[in-house]
C-alpha cells in the first residue's frame, strides 16, 4: 500500500529498495520557498544499519506488513535454532547469521517476539533482562566488595560476561540483554 509523506510516523515499517525499514525519527519540513519534504532516520530490519532518507512531498512510500510471532527457544542444531511458535504450536527454524550475537542469550524456554514479512523471519527481540546462572569465574578474595573492578564469567550459555569481583560461580546474575553488561545478582 502506497503512503503519501503525511502518513510517515515513528515505528512505521515501509519498503526501501525491497528491503523492510523501520522508521526511527521523521521530521517534517516545510521551507519558506519550494515543497514541503519529510527527513526519515530508518533502521534496517534485517541487519540493524541506520540510513537518512529524504521524501519529497510527491513521492509515495511503499508501506510493509511486518508480523510479529511470540516463539519460545527448544534446541540448536548444526547453526539453525529451533523455536516453537507460541499460538499455532509449530516449529519454526531460524539460521545463526539472522539471529547474529544474540544467540548468546538464548536458553531452554525463552519467550522471544519474531518479527517477519512474507514469512520470512527478519529478526527477533529479546526480552531486556534475563536471569542467568554463573558457571565458571576465578574465585573472589575476601574484601573485594569495597572496591570496584570487574572479572570476566561464563554463563550457562557459553557467553563471556563482565561481572564484579564479588561473584562467584552458581551464582545467579541479571544481565541487560540490550547491552549484555552485568545489572544485579538476584537469589
Request: avoid cysteine; charge should be negative.
Amino acid at each position: 500500500m502506497a503512503l503519501s509523506i503525511n502518513e510517515i510516523k515513528s515505528g512505521l515499517t515501509i519498503l526501501v529498495d525491497n528491503d523492510v525499514y523501520q522508521v526511527i525519527d521523521f521530521q517534517h519540513v516545510k521551507p519558506g520557498k519550494g515543497a514541503a519534504f519529510v527527513r526519515t532516520r530508518v533502521r534496517n530490519m534485517k541487519s540493524g544499519n541506520v540510513l537518512e532518507k529524504t521524501y519529497r512531498g510527491d513521492e509515495k512510500i511503499e508501506s510493509a506488513y511486518v508480523d510479529e510471532r511470540k516463539l519460545q527457544f527448544q534446541y540448536a542444531s548444526s547453526g539453525i535454532y529451533h523455536f516453537m511458535d507460541q499460538e499455532t504450536y509449530d516449529e519454526v527454524a531460524i539460521p545463526a547469521p539472522v539471529l547474529g550475537d544474540q544467540t548468546k542469550y538464548l536458553k531452554d524456554n525463552l519467550e522471544v517476539v519474531a518479527y517477519s514479512y512474507k514469512d520470512d523471519i527478519l529478526n527477533i527481540s529479546l526480552p531486556n533482562f534475563i536471569h542467568f546462572a554463573i558457571t565458571h569465574t576465578e574465585p573472589g578474595i575476601k574484601g573485594d566488595t569495597a572496591k570496584s573492578g570487574t572479572k570476566p564469567a561464563t554463563i550457562e550459555t557459553g557467553a563471556t560476561v563482565q561481572v564484579p569481583l564479588f561473584v562467584n560461580s552458581g551464582d545467579k546474575i541479571k544481565i541487560d540483554t540490550r547491552t549484555g553488561g552485568y545489572v544485579e545478582r538476584v537469589y
